[in-house]
T-cell receptor
Framework: GAVVSQHPSRVICKSGTSVKIECRSL??????MFWYRQFPKQSLMLMATSNEGSKATYEQGVEKDKFLINHASLTLSTLTVTSAHPEDSSFYICSAPRGNTEAFFGQGTRLTVV | GQQLNQSPQSMFIQEGEDVSMNCTSSSIFNTWLWYKQDPGEGPVLLIALYKAGELTSNGRLTAQFGITRKDSFLNISASIPSDVGIYFCAGQRSGGFKTIFGAGTRLFVKA
């Protein structure tokens, strides 16, 4: 079964509103989680590293005020897309490493901004 | 920035054929990974490679970590229709799970 759960799987919102996406690690704790964005027919692009208890680390070109990340607990990280616009429509995916083995990915969230 | 060059971009093959795809990088990675992604889903790990020169199999899949740590290939033998999907190579540096992805190879299998 899934070890990383992402919610919601799909969301449609109006332009100008904010959307929150949750990423939960199931049955394990993750001090670090990663957020990716994937446009249609493109690869996964790392947006930011979410750190429990401290600020997120953003990749170059990613606006931290636009994409708010909160690592609220050892099993939950949230990504909030603020003042969403149609160009923010994308597939957002999180991942969480478990131990020293591998990082597991969530099911992804398809965001459509209309 | 770090980039992984993955090829081919897409492949159209007949069921039963073998498939090969590869990735190269200008920089060294400590770990190479191969993922498969189905439409509307997150990627699923197929094979992880940790040592230079390592050759690892997972069923009909075989992957190798290049000796220079700058390349890797994935082979799929005797392809079946359910192999259809996007295959991504990915690399990780030491000290964490920050993962850089290649552009992906779209595989189409004709029954």
């Amino acid at each position: 079964g899934a070890v990383v759960s992402q919610h919601p799987s799909r969301v449609i919102c109006k332009s100008g509103t904010s959307v929150k996406i949750e990423c939960r690690s199931l049955d394990f704790q993750a001090t670090t989680m990663f957020w990716y964005r994937q446009f249609p027919k493109q690869s996964l692009m790392l947006m930011a590293t979410s750190n429990e208890g401290s600020k997120a680390t953003y990749e170059q070109g990613v606006e931290k005020d636009k994409f708010l990340i909160n690592h609220a607990s050892l099993t939950l990280s949230t990504l909030t897309v603020t003042s969403a616009h149609p160009e923010d429509s994308s597939f957002y995916i999180c991942s969480a490493p478990r131990g020293n083995t591998e990082a597991f990915f969530g099911q992804g969230t398809r965001l459509t901004v209309v | 920035g770090q980039q992984l060059n993955q090829s081919p971009q897409s492949m159209f093959i007949q069921e039963g054929e073998d498939v090969s795809m590869n990735c190269t990088s200008s920089s060294i990675f400590n770990t190479w990974l191969w993922y498969k992604q189905d439409p509307g889903e997150g990627p699923v790990l197929l094979i992880a490679l940790y040592k230079a020169g390592e050759l690892t199999s997972n069923g009909r899949l075989t992957a190798q970590f290049g000796i220079t740590r700058k390349d890797s290939f994935l082979n799929i033998s005797a392809s079946i229709p359910s192999d259809v999907g996007i295959y991504f190579c990915a690399g990780q540096r030491s000290g964490g799970f920050k993962t850089i992805f290649g552009a992906g190879t779209r595989l189409f299998v004709k029954a």
